[in-house]
Every structure is written in C-alpha cells, then in structure tokens.
T-cell receptor, first 111, second 114 residues
C-alpha cells in the first residue's frame, strides 16, 4: 500500500468552476499535510499546508483535513487556465518530518 | 531572495562514471533534502540533512549513492559507477527553521546515463 494515494486524473473543469483534488494517506501517525503544484517541466512549488482537522483557506485555495478518515483535499475556487498543472499531496511522519509524496493529480482547466 | 539552486541543470554521463550533483539551499534554511523524481511520479525521498548532520539516508537506493553537507550549507549528492537505471530528475529542497518543515524545491538536475 502506498503511503499517499492520489487519482492521477486528468481532472478537467471549466474555467470559473471549483476544482476538487483528493488525497488519502495510510499512516495515522502522519503529522503535517502539504499541497504542491507542479507545472510541466518545472519543480514543485508549495501552495498550502495544514496540520489540524478542518479547513484552511488562502485566497482561492482551501485545504481540508480529516484525520479520522485519513483524507486531505484541496479546493480551488474560480479555477483559471493558469491553474492547469499537476497537484502533489505530501504528508510528513516521524521525528525528522520525513516527506512522502503522492504521484499527483493532473488538473486541466478549460477556457 | 534567491531560491534553491542546483548544478548542473543537465548531466549526461556514460555508464560506469561517477557524478556529483550540487545543491545550494536558501540562505538560513537548516534542513536540506534530496529527492529523485521519475516522470509522472511524485518526488521520492533519498536523504535528509539537519545542518551538517545526515539524519536520514534510508531512501538512498544502494551504496553507490552518498551525500554530504560538510559545512551545513551546500550539499553534494554523489553517484558512483552510474547505471542506466540512475537516469532521473534529482531534486533538492530546503526548509526554514520551525516545526513544519515546509520545503522549497530547486530546479533539479536531469541526469542521463548512456
């Protein structure tokens, strides 16, 4: 079983819609949760992190964490074509906060 | 300010040669990580440094891979006797002090072993 599971997509949404990206993790001891965006041929860039249950909002982005269900999601409101990228979910575990990345979900926002 | 830098950006080497990949983290970042990323996959952990101490090297695939960070800043990932299966994007990330360890990635080094 993979540490972090994501649907590879592609997830296609029209411009202006809400994009919902999901991630599950296997270890209940996971401590912090991150979303990275990776454009094709580029390096991952940090979008948001969350470490307690509930929602965390930052501009058009909302991260949601449900530790009981071992589930993290990222909502992107008013999706723009520039949001088209692969979104990587990452969790940390252990005393050195070792990162485990999912394989990413490809998002296409259609104009 | 300047981000994480890596050099070289591209490296082509013949099978059996040694290669050294360099990472220069963001100033003030004490934690440094090396990852390998295959096409269509997320970054795969290789090793982690806190200052100059290598705290975790559990992701290094075998003993041909080693890393160092002697002065707690620049780090070098060395692959000895390269094999074709070592071809990949190698990424470095650094984190500022603090409990969350949010990571900032460098541009990566694309290694091709022929």
């Amino acid at each position: 079983q993979k540490e972090v599971e994501q649907n590879s997509g592609p997830l296609s949404v029209p411009e202006g819609a809400i994009a919902s990206l999901n991630c599950t993790y296997s270890d209940r001891g996971s401590q912090s949760f991150f979303w990275y965006r990776q454009y094709s041929g580029k390096s991952p860039e940090l979008i948001m992190f969350i470490y307690s249950n509930g929602d965390k909002e930052d501009g058009r982005f909302t991260a949601q964490l449900n530790k009981a269900s071992q589930y993290v999601s990222l909502l992107i409101r008013d999706s723009q074509p520039s949001d088209s990228a692969t979104y990587l979910c990452a969790v940390t575990r252990g005393i050195f906060n070792k990162f485990y990345f999912g394989s990413g979900t490809k998002l296409n926002v259609k104009p | 300010g300047a981000g994480v830098s890596q050099s070289p950006r591209y490296k082509v080497t013949k099978r059996g040669q040694d290669v050294a990949l360099r990472c220069d983290p963001i100033s003030g970042h004490v934690s440094l990580y090396w990852y390998r990323q295959a096409l269509g996959q997320g970054p795969e952990f290789l090793t982690y440094f806190n200052y100059e101490a290598q705290q975790d090297k559990s992701g290094l695939p075998n003993d041909r891979f080693s890393a160092e960070r002697p002065e707690g800043s620049i780090s070098t990932l060395t692959i000895q006797r390269t094999e074709q299966r070592d071809s990949a994007m190698y990424r470095c990330a650094s984190s500022p002090p603090g409990p969350l360890d949010e990571q900032y990635f460098g541009p990566g080094t694309r290694l091709t072993v022929t």
